[in-house]
C-alpha cells in the first residue's frame, strides 16, 4: 500500500473521533442496558435442596407450583409451563392445526415469525401502530385474505396492543388470536391482565425478563382443550398413552426454572411500577429534546416496561439515531436498535415478505433506540443517562450551527 492509501484508509476512523466523543466519559465503568431482576436469595438454595432431595428433576412440584401462581396471577384458567416462549409459541400454533397464512408484524423479535415457518404457514406482515409499536389492527384488516388462518400481535416492550380491535377482527373471522407476550407479564389492560385475551397468549422468562426463570415461557388460556393439548405437545406429543397424536417437542420446564420463576413472583408489581416510575422519569427529562418521541402506553394500559425506547427523528435532532447509538457507547451506556432490522428485511424473510409497503415499522425500526431500564436503576443513574443524552445533543446542536455558520 502507498504512503497516499495508508492516510485515506485511517481518515474515517479519525473523523469518527471528531464526531461523537466526549472528553471523559459519563459512566466509568460499562452501564448494562439489561440487568436480571427478581434473582432469589438463600430461599431458592433451600428449594433446590428439595429438588434434589425429590429426585424429581422436571415438570413435577414446583412446575405445577409455579403454573398454578401464574395462573393466579393472570386470572386464567390454563397455564401451561413450558422451556421457552418461542417453543410455546410453536406448540401453540401446531397445537391449533393450523394452514395457510399468519398475519404479524414485522415490528418484533424474529423469534415470532420463527414459530410461523417452523409450523410450514406463511408469515404476512402488517405494519404498526406509530404511538404504541404494536400491529395496526387497520393494518391487519388490509392483510386479510381467504388464506388467513391466524393471527399473531406481540405486546412491544410490555405495551399491550389494541385487544379489542384485534379480537373483534379473529371473531368476525372465526379465526385464532395468538399472542406473543415475551415481554408483557404483569401488563394489563383496563385491569384485564395480559395473559387473559385472544386464544392463547405465550411469555417468556429468559434473563432479559421481568419474571426470571433462566430459560422459560408459559403459555396462558381459557380454553382447557388447547391446554390439554399444550401439555401433551410439551412432552413429545405424549398425553401419558406412549401413543403421540401429534409431533411435539421436549419442551418441558425443569424444577430449577420452575422454582427460579416461582421466587420471583414476590415483588413482581413493585418492580413494574418502579420500572414505570423510570420511565417517566426518563420522558420528563428528555421530553425537551428536538426530536425525541416515546411509545405510548394507552391510559388505561399498564405496561410492564420491559424496554425503554426512544424514536430520534434526525432531521429535528441534527444527528442520526446510528450517531447517538455510538455516542452514547462512548459514554459506557449499552444502548440497543430493537428491533432494527425489522423481520421483514432480515435474510430469512426478505423473499417470503410479500412486499406491500410498510412505512410506520421502517421509520419505527430506523429511529429506535433503547436506554437501559431494571428496577434496581436508581433516580441517579437515570438522571446521569439522561445528563449524557443531553451531552450528545448539546453536541450535535454546536456542530450543525458551526457547519451552518461556516456555510
Ligand atoms: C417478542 C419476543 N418474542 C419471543 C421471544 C423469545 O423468547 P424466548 O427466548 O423465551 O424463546 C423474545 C425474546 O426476547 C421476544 O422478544
Known sequence: MQASDTRRARKPVAEKHEQTSSAIPMFEERLPIVSPEGLPDGKFLRDVRKILHSRQLTNATFVRKFEEA???????PHCVAVSSCTAGLILALRALNLQGEVILPSFTFHASAHSVLWNGLKPVFADCDPETFCIDPHAVRAQLSSDTAAILVVHLFGNPASMVELQTIASDLNIPLICDAAHAFG???SSNQVGTFGTAEVFSFSPTKLLVAGEGGMVATRDADLARILRAARNYGDSGNYDPELAGLNARMSEF???LALRGLDGLDARIERRNQIRLHYEWRLNAIPGFGFQHIRPRNRSACKDFAVLVDEAAFGKSRDWLVEALEKEN???RRYFWPPVHRQKLYRNIWDKRPLPVTESVSHNILNLPIYSTL??????KICDAVLRCYDFAKKRTLSRAQRA
Open 70 to 76: 401464574a395462573a393466579e396471577y393472570l386470572n386464567v
Open 187 to 189: 401488563s394489563s389492560i
Open 257 to 259: 426454572h420452575a422454582a
Open 333 to 335: 451506556i449499552q444502548v
Open 378 to 383: 436508581s433516580d441517579e443513574t437515570v438522571d
